[in-house]
């Protein structure tokens, strides 16, 4: 299994336990409430669904953030149409998919 599809596999199980969110204004709405202990954004996203979650995040630096995948991607692995934007809401799904998304990043410098 690739790193990829264990990321997405993680994203999968923390959807399945409740624990992420999708969709701008779904997400939006966690960062607000202060639940969101990572946030993934598809490199296939426009630069204006861009600027709207960034200027909902604005302020929230302590929001491990990062770019990965595709929206179908995405959408796949959380069992819904393509998705741009999600949120992971609990601690350990974070840092596992942290970890992974780290180790996945540090290939593509190389």
Known sequence: MTDKERAYGMIGLA??????VSGSDA???AVRAGNVKLLIITKDIS??????????IKGKEEIPCYSFGRSDELGDALGKPARTVAAITDKSFADGIS????????????
Do not use: P, Q
């Open 15 to 20: 959807t399945r336990a409740g624990k992420a």
């Open 27 to 29: 997400v939006a709405g």
């Open 47 to 56: 630069g204006n669904s861009l600027d709207r979650i960034l200027k909902n």
């Open 99 to 110: 970890a992974i998304l780290e180790k996945i990043n540090e290939e593509e410098d190389t």
